[in-house]
Nanobody, 124 residues
Framework: QVQLRESGGGLVQPGDSLRLSCAAS????????MGWFRQAPGKEREFVAA????????SYADSVRGRFTISRDNANNAVYLQMNSLKPEDTAVYYC?????????????????WGQGTQVTVSS
């Protein structure tokens, strides 16, 4: 399994930027792609973005496309989520996750390792 640890969450104002980090350790060679998901209070966990380790192919949810950018650092087994133009509706606990195989990127069921999450609050 892959162990994941997120960091970088916090309280920001609408329009601000924030960068989340996810450090991977353990059996990282078993990971095909990494994803970011988020869960707001009373809502289901939803897909945000994903990226493959090999060629860095990225995909995004419609709600964040153009504002968020996912990237990876293969040498350091790290994944990042740059979040710009944040909105109150982006408030959630953000989780990074590891996917072991090719396939659906936006389904949480496809990911087998999860971090503990980091809180992002966007409020004036």
């Amino acid at each position: 399994q892959v162990q994941l640890r997120e960091s970088g969450g916090g309280l920001v104002q609408p329009g601000d930027s924030l960068r989340l980090s996810c450090a991977a350790s353990g059996r990282t060679n078993s990971s095909y792609a990494m994803g970011w998901f988020r869960q707001a209070p009373g809502k289901e966990r939803e897909f945000v973005a994903a990226i493959t380790w090999s060629i860095g192919y990225a995909s995004y949810a419609d709600s964040v496309r153009g504002r968020f950018t996912i990237s990876r650092d293969n040498a350091n087994n790290a994944v990042y989520l740059q979040m710009n133009s944040l909105k109150p509706e982006d408030t959630a606990v953000y989780y990074c996750a590891s996917k072991p195989t090719y396939g659906s990127r936006d389904s949480s069921a496809a990911y087998d390792s999860w971090g503990q999450g980091t809180q992002v609050t966007v409020s004036s």
